[in-house]
């Protein structure tokens, strides 16, 4: 079983950039694809982007194509999420999740591990 923690969030002028980073122990990561979601407020959780295992695939929302990139380090068991030229539809908070033995997915549904969040705000 995997254990998920996010860092990196915080408060950003729009335009700016921030790394996410979510770091896993207690499993073999390289078995583990993984998705960030976010939670913006009053709405419902939603996906971003999702790395394969191996991270030779990568999946993005349409909202964040071409601003933001995921990238996985198996060695260091932790995925990334570069955020480039926010807007202020940004804000939310961010999670990352897990599931074993898996392709890139979606649906949040399917995902068995989940990190606590990380807020991300910002400002116009």
């Known amino acids: 079983q995997v254990q998920l923690v996010e860092s990196g969030g915080g408060l950003v002028q729009a335009g700016g950039s921030l790394r996410l980073s979510c770091a896993a122990s207690?499993?073999?990561?390289?078995?583990?694809?993984v998705g960030w979601f976010r939670q913006p407020p009053g709405k419902d959780r939603e996906f971003v982007a999702a790395?394969?295992?191996?991270?030779?695939?990568?999946v993005y929302a349409d909202s964040v194509k071409g601003r933001l990139i995921i990238s996985r380090d198996n060695a260091k068991s932790t995925v990334y999420l570069q955020m480039n030229k926010l807007k202020p539809e940004d804000t939310a908070v961010y999670y990352c999740?897990?599931?074993?033995?898996?392709?890139?997915?979606?649906?949040?549904?399917?995902?068995?591990?989940w990190g606590q969040g990380t807020q991300v705000t910002v400002s116009s």
């Open positions: 207690g499993g073999t990561f390289n078995t583990y694809a």
């Open positions: 790395i394969s295992r191996s991270g030779s695939t990568t």
């Open positions: 999740a897990a599931k074993e033995r898996s392709t890139v997915m979606y649906d949040d549904r399917r995902y068995d591990y």
